[in-house]
């Protein structure tokens, strides 16, 4: 079975605002070959730079767009997308998105595979069952503490059993202040939920400040304490791991596997969040998976994007019961949310679970594609690289 | 001051070749100001790809493109250039290629802020004295020890003192081999002169294959040990430094700060090489300087552009008499060899030297842009978006 066709669809609401929403706009990869079997892929990524990553003219043998390095590559097994994707990386080694953009082809092709030996991605991955996962609500602090357990209590009346608040003011006033919103989020929760709180970066490398916070945060018996500090602030991370008595929880700003090795080696996190779309696909977040697992922490996606990003996150992290949580977007956008079937809905027990079906198991509603692409050209030197 | 005015422009030769060669193409950033002040920044990066960070159309708060996070942006102090850049960081955050594209607007910027202060960029770090600098000639391998040992010969014939040799054969036959090819390197350059080796990333993550090499090539007194593995490999490269009788070298993968303190703080390198068109400008680069000191590592630049970017290269660590290396881009194409006024040749003592003229110190040559622009054009849902 050869590569044979790679079609970009740039998709976007009509109007994009400045909210932390990143169901705002998507990057679909289709990825088409001489068999017949197609597959679909999604990046969390800007879309226009990750497009000029499959269609960009070569600098030198470093810099080699994605389109021409694997078109009318043999895919017949699963080593086959290791062995294509061990050469993209080659081949764009010196091109820094390749990351962000090669995520999309790569779920795509785990797609086809699944579909071509008719089973589901996460069995291609060696696991034998796909164990029921726990969906989080994820939603912003309110502006106050009274908004913020207004939010928590509509969680908890929702049948969410776990619930992450983060950004808003936190970090923004005083040390009560923050004690007060999470205090807020814990009452409205109940006392038999878990409670996520993420700090946006709010820290910067500041780990005193972040110390000072953990130690009253974890009167309320709180799940994880996320992003306390800027991503590169691993150094940071280390030193209030070693101190804090909340466990850490950080990784969604990984665009290498070295980027999350080093963050759990050096980072002293508990609970490594990994966005399959940033990474570079389902291959790069299956291997965190295995260092999580050498490491002893928990994976945990990070995913914003549509449910067809949601089932490409899970196949990677179904097999290990031990990672239990996954991250559920819930206020997407009408893209997000009629981009594929099913929707991988919560089940009467709360749960989240795979379908069973072969390859990723979702299906691309085309009709929402159409409605919401944007048409993109790509000129240079007066040749159009790109169109569509 | 403020940024009035962003242009770009992608230059490159006709025909691009597949070699390793860096020089085939550039993205040149030019900055205008209300003051009437201008100045010029190079990314060493996919010149295309780059681009598209400038004009990408926004997907939410984190995803905003360079030209509208700094386009009426007050630089009127170097604590201005260090304000827009965390500024770009932040929303850019999860833009991949931020780095690579953003490297040349902040060359630009301290190319500005010296012209308007009258003072060379290295003055503006704080630097008192720029040291001159031992450029060491940079070739690859001959096929044959034979080829390499006339290579050698060559560069020790045009006066210099230390050579780097790299990639070819080295690691793709058997150790005698290699080693043939680092004693054909020395019996060239002689006795006194500095070698160092390249392995260009060839042992991957095998750790013993690179400690049998380094023991061999221990013989021949060479200056550093460079790449032996992937980039990402930084435990690979941990394990080795602690039994490698040579000091290692890496780091010009290091699109982030963090990257490159991963490696001096886990990696076990001694020379730590960092391309500020790749980091994201002076300012990271300065940064990962400032680490070297730290760390006690030695600082050594990456260039394969051209003499703007040495420039730039230049200022960051030049005020550092113990940082004494300068990769020194030399076979370079007509376009990086042309692009800007003065060349930084090496003076009769062999050594580099920056010209202390206020910004940078070079000028561009607009013929030479002109002759090798490649017209681009972006277009996104109908709209123009970039266009030069």
Redo the contacts between chains.
């Keep these: 079975m050869k590569i044979t066709d790679i079609e970009l669809y740039?998709l976007?609401l009509p109007h994009?605002?400045?909210?932390?929403?990143?169901t705002?706009?998507t990057l679909l990869v289709h990825i088409g070959t001489d068999a017949g079997i197609e597959g679909f892929g999604e990046c969390?990524?800007?879309?226009?730079?990750s497009?000029?990553?499959y269609?960009?003219?070569?600098?030198?043998?470093?810099?080699v767009n994605i389109r021409e390095t694997i078109l009318g590559e043999t895919v017949d097994t699963p080593e086959d997308i290791r062995r294509i994707q061990a050469k993209v990386w080659a081949r764009g080694?010196?091109?820094?998105?390749?990351?962000?953009a090669y995520a999309g082809a790569d779920i795509a092709l785990w797609d086809i595979m699944g579909k071509k030996l008719g089973q589901p991605v996460y069995r291609l991955l060696g696991d034998q069952k796909a164990y029921p996962k726990r969906p989080y609500g994820s939603v912003l602090f309110g502006d106050t503490p009274q908004q913020t357990r207004e939010r928590a209590r509509s969680l908890a009346a929702a049948g969410f059993k776990a619930a992450k608040f983060g950004w808003g003011p936190m970090g923004k006033g005083t040390l009560e202040d923050d004690v007060a919103l999470v205090a807020a989020a814990r009452e409205g929760m109940g006392p038999d939920s878990e409670v996520m709180i993420d700090a946006g970066c709010v820290w910067g490398h500041d780990d005193q400040a972040a110390l000072q916070r953990a130690r009253r945060f974890a009167e309320y018996k709180i799940t994880w304490l996320e992003e306390p500090f800027h991503?590169?602030?691993?150094?940071a991370y280390g030193r209030l791991a070693k101190h804090s008595p909340v466990r850490l929880a950080g990784g969604e700003?990984s665009?290498?596997?070295?980027f999350a090795?080093?963050l759990l080696?050096?980072g002293g996190v508990s609970f490594i969040q990994i966005d399959a779309g940033?990474i570079g696909g389902i291959t790069p977040a299956y291997d965190v998976r295995r260092l999580a697992e050498k490491h002893g922490a928990v994976y945990v996606n990070h995913t914003f994007k549509s449910k067809l990003s949601l089932a490409a996150a899970l196949h990677g992290f179904a097999g290990v019961e031990r990672f239990g949580y996954l991250e559920y977007p819930q206020s997407g956008s009408p893209l997000a949310e009629n981009l594929c079937e099913p929707c991988l809905q919560p089940g009467s027990d709360g749960l989240v679970r795979l379908t069973g079906a072969p390859g990723l198991g979702v299906t691309i509603d085309m009709d929402t594609v159409k409605r919401f692409r944007?048409?993109?050209?790509?000129?240079?030197?007066?040749e159009a690289?790109l169109e569509g």
Tied chains: 1, 2.
Excluded: F, K, W
Aim: hydrophobic share 35%.
């Design positions: 740039y976007a994009i605002t400045d909210a932390a929403d990143g705002q706009d969390d990524a800007s879309p226009l730079v497009m000029a990553v269609c960009c003219p070569p600098s030198h043998s470093n810099i080694l010196d091109i820094e998105q390749i990351h962000h991503p590169h602030a691993i150094e700003g665009n290498t596997v070295r090795e080093d080696m050096h940033r944007r048409p993109v050209r790509i000129e240079v030197g007066g690289l």
